[in-house]
């Protein structure tokens, strides 16, 4: 799985896979093989590159804590798609008109919002599928719908625009 670490103000690419108990992890461009065991439920015996670890981790909303004996790194972990996604929408910038961009191929499953609707930040727009999986794509800031450019069940492209919001 490939995620994003926010780590303070900058970004790292994170992937995980699993092998048989065994992960291979990658992050930013150093990959590593992994073993870990979970004697606890927030307790990891990690065996890294031969060199042993231990580590605690905690998780409030989407705010990570890993503690190790040396100190804490606070962390949060998106989806690289949804990380992605979000980042296409703030290009649009915070005046003016913002374009909803669909994050890659799929379908229009529910659109949830209508033309001259008000939206906050986070309110969900739309459901879209893609690889069988469905996503909601929300509203990165507050404001209003101006144009839905996409109805339900109609396959899109990635990038194309969905929605317009003022």
């Given at each position: 799985?490939?995620?994003?670490?926010?780590?303070?103000?900058?970004?790292?690419?994170?992937?995980?896979?699993?092998?048989?108990?065994?992960?291979?992890?990658?992050?930013?461009?150093?990959?590593?093989?992994?073993?870990?065991?979970?004697?606890?439920?927030?307790?990891?015996?990690?065996?890294?590159?031969?060199?042993?670890?231990?580590?605690?981790?905690?998780?409030?909303?989407?705010?990570?804590?890993?503690?190790?004996?040396?100190?804490?790194?606070?962390?949060?972990?998106?989806?690289?798609?949804?990380f992605r996604a979000s980042e296409l929408?703030?290009?649009?910038?915070?005046?003016?008109?913002?374009?909803?961009?669909?994050?890659?191929?799929?379908?229009?499953?529910?659109?949830?919002?209508?033309?001259?609707?008000?939206?906050?930040?986070?309110?969900?727009?739309?459901?879209?599928?893609?690889?069988?999986?469905?996503?909601?794509?929300?509203?990165?800031?507050?404001?209003?719908?101006?144009?839905?450019?996409?109805?339900?069940?109609?396959?899109?492209?990635?990038?194309?625009?969905?929605?317009?919001?003022?």
């Open positions: 799985m490939k995620f994003v670490a926010l780590i303070g103000d900058r970004h790292v690419n994170v992937e995980i896979d699993n092998n048989n108990g065994d992960y291979s992890l990658t992050i930013g461009e150093k990959t590593f093989t992994v073993n870990a065991i979970r004697p606890e439920p927030q307790f990891f015996s990690l065996l890294v590159e031969g060199k042993s670890y231990e580590v605690a981790l905690s998780k409030r909303d989407d705010l990570f804590e890993a503690y190790f004996y040396n100190g804490t790194v606070q962390f949060q972990l998106i989806e690289a798609r949804k929408t703030k290009k649009s910038g915070p005046g003016g008109p913002l374009k909803v961009h669909a994050p890659m191929p799929g379908k229009i499953v529910r659109i949830a919002v209508t033309e001259n609707s008000q939206v906050q930040e986070g309110d969900a727009l739309l459901i879209m599928e893609a690889m069988k999986m469905q996503n909601e794509l929300k509203a990165p800031r507050h404001g209003k719908v101006l144009q839905i450019l996409v109805s339900e069940g109609a396959p899109v492209s990635s990038q194309q625009v969905l929605i317009v919001m003022e």
